[in-house]
């Protein structure tokens, strides 16, 4: 079971309010534009669904976007990142986030900004009801100089600094 879980009504909220607080001090996570990359109907969705023999029926469609925002790189410097964020389509609802960590890349090309098969993770989330987020990385997608494979912190902040950005 997961431990957050266990945490009294309480202290979620202090740990929550200590965590918000401290998000207001990091560095990125400065949006700088987004585009509409496709959009997906409930039907072309569960037409996918079906192709990939995944159990599952789509409730809505989807607008998948390509989100440019700024990053700090390992030194610190502000870079350039990407990542997609797909949400569904059904107005009036506020959505749970999903975010999804790819997996190794073998150049900055195969990353979900890019189209590949990793941002249809983020697409079929948002049809099941959850705004998907896909960092690229830092070094990879628009993001300049080498990637730090398998550097946890700059993974993760990525991700994070995605989210914040998009907000």
Known sequence: MFIYSKFPVMLRSIYFSILCCYS??????????????QSFSKDDLNFYLFLSGIPAQASHGVSLYKVQYLAPHLNGALDTASG????????????????????????????????SFESLVTVISAGLGYIGIAA????????????????????ASSARDLFLAAG
Do not use: C, M
């Open 84 to 115: 997609v964020v797909a949400i569904p389509s059904t107005p009036g609802f506020k959505w749970p986030v999903l975010f999804y960590q790819h997996g190794t890349a073998d150049n900055r090309e195969e990353v979900p900004s890019r189209g």
């Open 24 to 37: 207001l001090t990091l560095t990125g996570q400065h949006f700088l534009n987004a585009s509409l990359v």
């Open 136 to 155: 690229d990385y830092i070094g990879l997608g628009d993001s300049k100089g080498l990637h730090p494979y398998l550097h946890a912190d700059t993974e």
